[in-house]
């Protein structure tokens, strides 16, 4: 099983660099501008590093995961209903992963290189967070409290997160509707990588979109509204600053609190929210944004307050 494994792995990364070498191929013949240079080579970094990181924690992400299997509720005999769940619940664990991420400035300090390019394309997907795998193994203890071992739990992340690299694309714009409500698609993805207020924050699933549309995080891709990918403060290039800024932008924000307990709200509140009210969260902006739309000239403060609440 563990030689089956490495084939499938080597297939599909195999498989991967190939598509995305024919999407930049047909970027380039066709004009279309989905790679630019300098975020193509900040990639190419942030990958290397990213893999550092990964393989460093490979042995502590093993020792973890099969140390709580020894205390595992129970086992699934059946093979296919086995990895049907595994599968399953690992993607539900990613996207609560995912959705720390964003709700949580310090954990988005983390993500953020992920989503700091304007480029949006195959090699984005590739564009990894380099700090996630010191904690992302927490995440999947369940896995292996429900009986799933450590290589298994490990070979079903690798295949979802090949599959999330692959709805990194502009060159496919809509999937079968019926794809569209189950599965994440590169429609889905696209509204996720974008700096419009509209779509901050949402669509974190990595296969299964059900789950954002469970817990009020899904917005669909519109059709008069374009996707503008990146950040909403951009980032200044540079292979340090791209993955320590926002840290830095968190220990500035820190220090202008006057209080303990908000320094600490900096750390674990949602990105945009501030002591003194002059940044704006998401939810605030978006809440904003649908007054503006009802054509309120002046939303009530007080309301947009509990909204963000």
């Known amino acids: 099983m563990n030689d089956h494994r490495n084939i499938y ?7 991967l ?3 995305t ?3 930049m191929f047909f970027s380039y013949l066709h004009n279309r501008k989905y ?4 975020h193509t080579w900040a990639t190419i970094y942030l990958t290397a590093v990213a893999i550092v990181v990964n393989f460093s924690m490979k042995t502590a992400t093993f020792f973890v995961l099969d140390y709580f299997y020894q205390f595992r509720f129970f086992e699934i005999q059946n093979v296919v209903l086995y990895w049907f769940v595994l599968v399953i619940a690992q993607d539900f664990l990613y996207w609560a992963l995912h959705a720390l991420g964003h709700f949580s400035r310090f954990f988005w300090a983390v993500h953020v290189t992920h989503h700091s390019s304007s480029d949006f394309n195959l090699a984005t997907g590739f564009r990894s967070t380099v700090f996630e795998p010191i904690y992302r193994m927490l ?3 369940p896995l292996a409290l429900m009986g799933f ?8 992340y ?3 997160q090949l599959y999330g690299n692959l709805v990194h694309t502009q060159t496919i714009r809509k999937m079968p509707k019926w794809y569209e409500y189950i599965f994440v698609t590169p429609s889905h993805h696209r509204v996720h990588h974008a700096s419009n207020i509209r779509y901050l924050d949402k669509n ?3 296969i299964l979109i059900i789950w954002d549309r469970l817990f009020g995080t899904f917005q669909e891709e519109l059709d008069d509204e374009e996707v503008i990918y990146g950040i909403t403060k951009p980032v200044e290039p540079g292979p340090v600053n791209i993955i320590f800024h926002e840290f830095k932008d968190l220990v500035n924000d820190m220090k202008k609190s006057p209080s303990l307990r908000d320094k600490i709200k900096y750390a674990l509140n949602a990105p945009g929210w501030s002591h003194d009210g002059s940044t704006q969260t998401a939810k605030v902006m978006q809440k904003e944004l649908l007054e503006r739309e009802k054509g309120l000239s002046q939303p009530d403060k007080r309301q947009i307050a509990d909204f963000a609440n």
């Open 204 to 206: 974190m699933g990595m």
């Open 35 to 38: 790679y630019s240079k300098q």
């Open 149 to 156: 071992n450590a290589l298994n739990i490990l070979f079903a």
């Open 9 to 15: 792995v080597v297939a599909l990364v195999s498989m």
């Open 158 to 160: 690798l295949v979802t």
């Open 17 to 19: 660099a190939i598509l």
């Open 21 to 23: 070498i024919a999407e």
């Open 139 to 141: 995440f999947y203890v």
